[in-house]
């Protein structure tokens, strides 16, 4: 499995921009697929997550700013980045996840969104 993320860039605070990861091999149709984060000096976490039943989990510091999506057809999952805050400088990074016997985990190379004040 591979996943394929694009999107991202600099942006002035309060501005927008979007993420999209593609993900491709031999993917079970019940699958989760997200987002995750990572700024200089701090963990990994969460941004937002998305089931192929369409059910949505995001981190509290993005609630009503950021916008999970997901196509199942083209096996991708977008995210919709609006007021953007310094604070969301980050590496951006695509997941997927799920379990067939075993569980499965993958991600994708990752993608810089740098949010200037």
């Known amino acids: 499995v591979q996943l394929q993320a694009s999107g991202g860039g600099s942006v002035q605070a309060g501005g927008s921009l979007g993420l999209s990861c593609v993900a491709s091999?031999?993917?079970?149709?019940?699958?989760?697929m997200g987002w995750f984060r990572q700024a200089p000096g701090k963990e990994r976490e969460l941004v937002a997550t998305?089931?192929?039943?369409?059910?949505?989990n995001s981190a509290d510091s993005v609630k009503g700013r950021f916008t999970i999506s997901r196509d199942n057809a083209k096996n991708t999952v977008y995210l919709r980045m609006n007021s953007l805050k310094p604070e969301d400088t980050a590496v951006y990074y695509c997941?997927?996840?799920?379990?067939?016997?075993?569980?499965?985990?993958?991600w994708g190379q990752g993608t810089q969104v740098t949010v200037s004040s």
């Open positions: 997941n997927l996840n799920f379990e067939e016997i075993r569980r499965y985990n993958y």
């Open positions: 091999g031999r993917i079970s149709r019940d699958n989760v």
């Open positions: 998305i089931t192929s039943a369409g059910t949505t």
